[in-house]
């Protein structure tokens, strides 16, 4: 039972919402991911999906997009993106697929491993970073404390998150997100949302204090899907 992980699908089966617009490597990439998909992943197998899944404004137009991915191997755990305006609650969604978990402050058990993880938010920056953005911050640190915290009650003590946002600035500064990674001695942080070469540079990649930080949203990725954990 292997672990994958993608981010940013941007899949818009039900939308006209062509994602070429950012490059000429977007061109077709639903269908690269696919193949990548079907060529990789196993039924038994676990695929983490890091948010800004479907363009679908409302959760109709979405059910197209999440069909095709619960068609695809394995089982499959959600993260909210920033463009997932169709996300509701976690409750009713993880009613409409047996293979397809969604995450806010819950987590997934993966043998050894407690996945848990949230959408994360900007971390405070030069460029934009309001009173409101400090308020979703906490929140948001806040409630990936309690995914955490719940699977530390349950016994589990090998930690894997997953966020869509970055645990950093640009700077690849400290943030209450990587302190709180810290805290609880978290292996690994999967994390999305970076689109294009200079954008990358802003993502925190490998060790730092003990936990290891990947990024992989789908164009850093090339489209496929990386392998986390065999």
């Known amino acids: 039972m292997s672990l994958y992980a993608i981010g940013d699908l941007h899949f818009s089966t039900s939308v006209n919402k062509p994602m070429d617009v950012f490059g000429d490597n977007w061109t077709g990439h639903e269908i690269k991911i696919i193949e990548s998909w079907k060529s990789s992943v196993k039924d038994d197998d676990l695929v983490l999906v890091l948010g800004d899944t479907s363009w679908g404004i409302n959760l109709n137009e979405a059910k197209e997009d999440l069909d095709i991915i619960n068609k695809l191997p394995g089982n499959k755990v959600f ?10 609650t976690v409750t009713g969604l993880n009613k409409l697929y047996e ?8 987590f997934y058990e993966y043998g050894e491993y407690a996945i848990c993880g949230g959408r994360g938010w900007m971390c405070p920056n030069d460029v934009k970073f309001d009173e409101n953005d400090l308020k979703i911050y906490i929140r948001e640190e806040n409630r990936l404390r309690i995914s955490l915290e719940s699977a530390r009650k349950k016994g589990y003590t090998k930690l894997i998150v997953i966020t869509h946002y970055p645990p950093t600035n ?5 943030s209450i997100f990587t302190k709180l990674f810290e805290e609880y001695n978290v292996e690994k942080v999967i994390y ?7 954008s990358f540079k802003m993502g925190l990649k490998g060790e730092r204090n003990g936990v290891e930080y990947i990024l992989a949203s789908c164009d850093y990725v090339d489209f496929k899907l990386i392998k986390i954990l065999d």
């Open 99 to 106: 293979n397809m978990n969604f995450l806010q402050t819950n």
């Open 192 to 198: 999305g949302h970076l689109h294009g070469r200079e």
């Open 79 to 88: 993260i909210k993106g920033n463009h997932d305006y169709w996300w509701t």
């Open 170 to 174: 640009d700077k690849l500064e400290e």
